[in-house]
């Protein structure tokens, strides 16, 4: 489901991964964000990929 966009604060997201914003509630990637590093809104991040497949096939 689409919801408000989130992203994460962790620095070390940066290295493994360019940062990105979420949107999806059924992303594994942006559910793995601790709720200290969680903050909403896109940060002028690109949306994950994870969340734009699952858009893409209504989930």
Not at 13 to 42: F, L
Request: glycine share 6%; net charge positive.
């Amino acid at each position: 489901m689409i919801v408000s966009p989130w992203f994460s604060t962790e620095v070390e997201e940066a290295p493994v991964k360019p940062p990105v914003h979420h949107h999806n509630t059924s992303c594994k990637a942006g559910k793995t964000i601790e709720k200290n590093h969680h903050r909403y809104g896109t940060d002028n991040r690109p949306l994950c990929k994870q969340c734009a497949r699952l858009d893409a096939v209504g989930k």
